[in-house]
């Protein structure tokens, strides 16, 4: 007998007979042998309505009572999940995260999970109940009510499966929402994408860090971390879904498996930054040290002993980073200066790392349809660039009678250039097309079947007790060196649209393969653009930079650094844990070693730093994380 925990999202439970459909379900395969734990959020938009109440009263409701009322909107459905599953004749009991042992930290509307009490569960479960949980809630060492952040529901879900599992249960997780599984693309916004057979663990941790809003991000890295296995499944029919699983080899023949846009993001740009070691430790030691998670980070080295650093933040944080970063700024004679609204679109794809030219296919896209980029950073399997809305934002959609659209897809739908994007991008990777693990079999199952759980001996029970108490600390697995990579950068760019895509077409042509990418935009509408290649195609790689950039504008610098290494710091949840990024700018800083160019994302961050300088910021870093 396995442990089947089975989420359903709000979409699911809208109304009675939604609710009936997923007590079915459950009920089913409690017949089919399994025991079940249903996580339930709440039910339709109730999440949006409840935050559109407090906006009357408020217009910064406090944060801990924000988490009182929106936890009640999962505690509705547990009782009526509860109810249907009795109603059809099985044994069910709801329980709220708190009643659950859900323990978290005290950062209220984004609490991270500490540990989770498996014994109520286990009783319940026991005694031969349905166990249906709320999820999203959980509660801080006070006893506080806590929420996890919208979209939690899902790590709720794969938190109980995983503490199931450490305590010696043979689990599976099954996400029910309103789609048939994981697609290429929101289909929503691109009517055409696919759905896929499997995705791997960082492909999807990427893909939902950077907009796809099919999953929380956080659930993935619980996923990944104590190897739950995950599928994402439509809640109205019973066709198969999408696996979420380990990278299989068949997977890296694809230089993208998906795209996502995000639309909920604010750009910020300091200029005049002094260009010493230690001055973006100290910014981002200042919002990290706020919580606030930065994503795409590009700092451009300027003139004259000034840098300028530009990044993003989630929208709804613009408030408070500009409180944390204005009064720094002053201090470093430097300039805050916040954009307008932008869209963020973010290609993803296992295959990234070895195939050449997935850059240059991006850009190439975007030129064509005339989208202009603001910024670009580079994962190791994402690009991601930010694309400044024109305003010109569609009038509300008209809703189906009776339904609301989530607030979501509002936002989505007010974003009429970074769609332009999503689409264009779609299109050049050709991803409405059938592939291996999206249409057509691939070797192998894509079923993903991990080791046989081990019920725990009394020592391993007390290990496992302990990994359950840091479950959703950051894990920094390697740490590694570059020393093969040279640099590249051309100083002024004309901020038009095309021309990156004209540089990287001529690279591309050479067979350059092209790492990371950083590019800013600093005051006067030019760019900076930085790209790091293999150190043997430098000589290349310039001459053609030198040539195209010639054609697009004398005036433009381009200057080629043989003198660099990359450092990678390998994990899951990098980005979001922002202890990550203050641990490793803190450590170089401490060293006085200068950072040139930084990369974000969930998987890896990534730092250039001098040549002379780089085994001992290996070393430095080595310790900083703990690795051996
Ligand atoms: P739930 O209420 O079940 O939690 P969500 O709205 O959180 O549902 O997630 C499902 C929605 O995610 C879909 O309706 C779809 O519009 C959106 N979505 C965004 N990106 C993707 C993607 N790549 N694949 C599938 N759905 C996506
Ligand atoms: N109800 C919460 C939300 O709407 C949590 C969830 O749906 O996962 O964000
Ligand atoms: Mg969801």
């Known amino acids: 007998m396995g442990l089947v ?28 042998g399994d025991q079940v734990i249903v996580v339930v959020s709440a039910q339709g938009s109730t999440t949006d309505d409840l935050i559109a109440k407090a906006a009357e009263i408020s217009a910064a409701p406090d944060a801990r009572e924000m988490d009182v009322l929106l936890a009640t909107g999962e505690q509705i459905s547990i009782a009526l999940t509860a109810m249907a599953i009795q109603e059809l004749g099985e044994k069910a009991v709801s329980l709220t995260g708190p009643q659950i042992g859900v323990v978290t930290d005290r950062t209220h509307r984004k609490a991270r999970i500490r540990s989770i009490d498996t014994r109520r569960l286990k009783d319940a479960l026991d005694a031969g109940n349905i166990v249906v949980v709320a999820g999203f809630q959980g509660h801080d060492e006070l006893g506080d009510i806590s929420t996890l952040g919208r979209g939690g529901s899902d790590t709720t879900a794969v938190a109980v499966a995983a503490a199931l599992k ?81 990278e299989a080899e068949w997977m890296r023949e694809f230089p993208a498996c998906g795209v996502a846009l995000a639309t909920d993001e604010a750009r910020v740009v300091l200029d005049g930054v002094p260009d010493v070691p230690g001055v973006s430790h100290r910014v981002f030691a200042a919002l990290a040290g706020a919580n606030l998670a930065v994503d795409m980070i590009a700092q451009s080295a ?13 929208g709804v944080e613009l408030d408070r980073t500009r409180r944390v970063l204005q009064p720094l700024a002053t201090e470093l004679g430097a300039t805050f200066r ?36 603001k910024m670009i950073t580079t994962g190791d399997i994402k690009i991601s660039v930010l694309i400044e809305e024109d305003g010109s934002g569609d009038p509300p959609p008209e809703a189906v009678p ?50 046989p759980a ?53 690279v591309a042509t050479g067979g350059v393969l092209v790492d990371m990418i950083v590019q800013n935009l600093t005051a006067h509408g030019r760019a900076e653009l930085s790209f790091t290649v293999p150190a ?42 922002t202890g990550v990024a203050r641990t490793m700018f803190g450590a170089l800083a401490e060293r006085g070693i200068n950072i040139s160019m930084i990369n974000t994302s969930e998987v890896c961050v990534s730092v250039v730093v001098e040549r002379s300088r780089g085994e001992e910021a290996l070393a430095c870093l080595r310790e900083a994380f703990r690795i051996g």
Request: glycine share 10%.
């Open 5 to 32: 925990v089975q989420k359903f999202g709000g979409s699911s439970l809208k109304d009675a007979e939604n609710v009936m459909e997923a007590a079915r379900k459950a009920v089913r395969a409690k017949h089919a």
């Open 536 to 577: 043997a195609d430098l000589t290349r790689a310039l001459k053609r930079t030198q040539d195209v950039v010639r054609g697009i504008d004398p005036a433009c610098r381009v200057s080629g650094d043989a003198d660099i290494a990359v450092l990678f710091v390998l994990g899951v949840g990098m980005r979001t844990h």
């Open 338 to 373: 916040e954009t307008g609204k932008v869209s963020k679109v973010s290609v993803v794809g296992a295959g990234m790392r070895t195939v050449a030219g997935v850059a240059e296919r991006m850009f190439a896209a975007l030129a064509a349809e005339g989208v202009n980029m």
């Open 302 to 314: 300027g003139g004259g002993g000034k840098a300028t650093i530009g990044f993003t933040v989630p």
């Open 454 to 506: 081990v019920v725990p001996g009394e020592r391993d029970r007390e290990a496992a007790v302990a990994r359950l108490g840091g479950m959703e600390d950051v894990l920094v697995s390697s740490v590694h060196l570059n020393t093969d990579q040279s640099r590249v950068t051309i100083f002024d760019l004309p901020d038009l649209p095309g021309n990156c895509s004209r540089v990287f077409s001529a």
């Open 166 to 246: 450490l305590a010696g249960l043979e689990v599976e997780c099954e996400i029910y929402t309103d789609v048939d599984g994981v697609y290429t693309t929101d289909p929503r916004l691109v009517p055409d994408a696919r759905k896929m057979d499997a995705i791997s663990y960082d492909e999807m941790l990427e893909m939902a860090s950077m907009g796809a809003g099919v999953m929380h991000s956080r659930s993935i890295e619980f996923a990944k971390k104590f190897d739950v296995p995950l599928m994402v499944r439509n809640s109205r029919s019973d066709a198969v879904g999408t696996w979420i699983m380990p």
């Open 402 to 451: 009776g339904e609301k659209i989530k607030q979501a897809h509002l936002d989505a739908r007010k974003a009429v250039l970074g769609r332009k994007a999503l689409r264009a991008v779609h299109r050049a990777f050709a991803l409405a097309d059938a592939r291996k693990g999206a249409g057509v079999p691939a070797a192998g199952e894509f079923r993903h079947k991990p080791a």
